[in-house]
Structure formats: C-alpha cells, structure tokens
C-alpha cells in the first residue's frame, strides 16, 4: 500500500511504519491518543447525521418494515450520479405513487420513463423496472439480503448491493462510494490513484468497520465527506478523525485522492429537428435500447457523424447548437426547424409547442428552449 510521507515533515517521521498506520497510534494536540478513528466517526455521526427519507438514525435497529429495502435500493438508484437535493422529490413521488416493489414492478413502462424524466442517466430508470421485476418474479416480492443474490439482479452492481445489504439489512458490508474513497485516500495518503488505490481502501475499511454498525459506518463516511472533507477545501480543524489522518499531516489533503492523467472525452456530432405545424410539433420515441432509451424526443440523427437526413425536405432554418455531456462523449447537437401550414404525415406524436419540453430529456429540453428562444427572438409564431 504505497502512501505520501507527509509534505514538509521530516526526520520525527522518518521511522513510521506506513504500511501498517491504522495500527499505530498518533498523540493529537491534547496529548490525548487517538487510535479509534471508527468510534470517533460513529460518534460524530451520531450527533450529526444527516436526516433523509431512506436512512435509518444511527444507532437504531432497522425499521419493522417489509419494504424498507426496497426504499433503500430506490434512494441508491436514484442517488447514482445526482445529489441529494434533486433526488429527493424524485423519492417521495416515486413511493407514494408505487410503495412497494411489486407496484413498481407492475408500473406501465412510459409512466415511469415519464416519472424519471429530468433525473438523467436513464439506463437506471430502465434497470429500475428490469431488478424490480426480477425480485417480483425471483425472489417474491421480497428484495435478497446477500450481497451475491443483490448483485445477480439488474442494475445492480458492487456499491449497490453493499448498500442495500447494509443500510437495508444490516448487515456487515463494506460500502464504498467515491466519497468514502475520498475520505480513505486522505486518512491514508494512498499515493496510487485510483481505480489501483480500492483494494487497499477496501481493505482499511473491512480491518476498520466495527461489527454491527456498518451501514451507520459508511453513511458516517458519507456525511463526513459531504459536511468535512470537501473535494477542494477539506475542514480538517472540524475533523472528527483529524488526528489519524495522514492526509492532513501532508499539509495538502485536497491533493487527494491522486488524480490519474486525464483523458479528453470524445466530441460527437448530431442533428435534431423540430417539425412544427398548426401550433405542434413533432416527438418521437426513442428505440428502448441505447442513449435516452424509450424517451420521448425530437427526432434526430444517431449522432455519430454520418450525413444527418432530415424526416422531409423542405425549408430549414438552423436554431444553432446545443452542447450536452454524456458519461463517455461530448456531444454537440445542432438543432434546425421546419414550419409548415400542415401537418405530414410522420410517425410519432404531436404535442403543443408550449409545452413540447414537459418530460423530455435535459437534451431535448434544451433543444426545445433553444427553439422557443430563437422564435422569440426573430418574432416568429413558437409559443
Ligand atoms: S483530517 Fe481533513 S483530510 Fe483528513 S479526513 Fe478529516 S477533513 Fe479529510
């Protein structure tokens, strides 16, 4: 486990065992030792924590509840790459409206698309329905508490199936995310960047978790990185864990973890068009598999730089571009208009101009503000 001697410190720390520094212990400002990071973490925790709709206070035994994880795995769906803030609403619709797994299992497909809509990523609302179907018709209803059995499920992969069989069961598993990564690069100094650095974080942290309190564990880990140990600024003087932790003694924690050289994401190019006729315009469905799967848009070319061919010909005027960043490409999507006294005959449906960005995906919604704004800038009839 190759870690950072602390920057600026010399001589005094010369003989520290660094492959072996959760064992040892460090004298804080009091003179006092620390050498119990985890209870100092569940103890902070327990006088912090933050207060959500599917977490359980710390030190509470788990809810006497059939669905609770079910309520867990759908706050982890919804939390993968969104914050807290924009998925919470999403998580009180969702229960209230399908509050356990087999509504959401029997749900309509477009309904849930439809429900989705502005959370992005939408390969998760898609291998939503795929898991919850799967624990209906595999596992009656009832979601498995063993990490396997969770990750045999779709949608389902490492992190998830730690955290419904921690936070949802209670039981002892290792749950990392990439702020408890944070958290852990920095307690440790851990040199190698990641994805290299995760076996020796996940070896810290199954050494660390005291038996019994592993979901409290890493959500405490969670706050800490959210409230504390900030990306850029980490408030090590508010620190529960400060005195053991050698990212700090480097005097420069926010260097972790060590960013691996940077690739460029790849630049796509598209096309979209808006079709507008007698107060309408023209959506489509996406095909289900792929990018945007099964949600409504504007019809458009696939986006990967072959001649874009307009639905008809005829008279288009170019709106400009909108630009949108996807996990794995960039891409630039130029938008181009077609208005007609009537409407032709095209597969897809038509809905009011005014209210043509309700649930699309932000790229389309994009694409559709862009429309409205040209109209209203050059006068002409969009609204
Ligand atoms: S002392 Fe600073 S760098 Fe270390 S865990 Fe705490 S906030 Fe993060």
Redesign the pocket.
């Known amino acids: 486990m190759a870690r950072v001697r602390p920057r600026g410190i010399s001589g005094r720390f010369s003989g520290v065992d660094w492959e072996g520094f959760l064992a040892i212990r460090l004298s804080c400002h009091s003179g006092a030792v620390s050498d119990s990071w985890p209870h100092d973490l569940l103890d902070w925790y327990g006088a912090h924590a933050r207060v959500l709709p599917w977490r359980n206070p710390p030190g509470a035994a788990l809810p006497d509840d059939p669905d609770w994880p079910y309520r867990v795995w759908l706050s982890e769906v919804m939390l993968q790459q969104t914050t807290v803030e924009a998925a919470t609403p999403y998580f009180h619709a969702f229960t209230a409206r399908w509050p356990t797994v087999a509504a959401l299992a029997a749900c309509d497909d477009d309904d849930l698309m439809q429900a989705w809509a502005g959370l992005g990523y939408y390969a998760r609302a898609r291998n939503l329905l795929a898991c919850a179907r799967a624990v209906v018709a595999q596992h009656g209803g009832r979601f498995p508490g063993e990490e396997a059995a969770l990750r045999a499920l779709p949608g389902i992969g490492d992190y998830t199936a730690a955290a419904v069989a921690a936070f949802g069961f209670g039981r002892d598993a290792v749950v990392i995310d990439g702020n408890v990564e944070?958290?852990v690069t920095?307690?440790l100094a851990l040199a190698e960047p990641l994805p290299g650095a995760r076996g020796a974080i996940r070896a810290a942290l199954a050494t660390a978790m005291p038996a019994g309190r592993a979901g409290d564990f890493a959500q405490g880990l969670m706050d800490?990185?959210r409230r504390?140990?900030?990306p850029r600024a980490?408030?090590?003087l508010?620190?529960?864990?400060?005195a053991t932790?050698?990212?700090?003694q480097t005097g420069a924690?926010?260097d972790?973890p060590v960013k691996p050289a940077k690739k460029a994401r790849p630049q796509r190019q598209g096309t979209a068009w808006w079709i507008e006729a007698e107060g309408q315009v023209l959506l489509v469905r996406r095909p289900a598999k792929g990018l945007l799967g099964g949600m409504l848009a504007l019809p458009s070319c696939d986006w990967r730089g072959q001649a874009a061919v307009p639905p008809l010909s005829g008279d288009w005027q170019a709106m400009g571009v909108v630009r949108h960043g996807f996990t794995h490409f960039e891409l630039a999507l130029t938008v181009k208009a077609l208005r007609l006294a009537a409407r032709p005959e095209l597969d897809g449906e038509w809905v009011a101009v005014g209210s043509a960005a309700t649930g699309l995906p932000t790229l389309f919604a994009k694409a559709v503000q862009l429309v409205l704004a040209h109209a209203r800038d050059d006068g002409t009839n969009a609204a």
């Open positions: 944070r958290v920095r307690l800490l990185a504390v140990c900030t980490p408030r090590c508010a620190c529960p864990i400060a932790c050698a990212g700090r924690p926010e972790f």
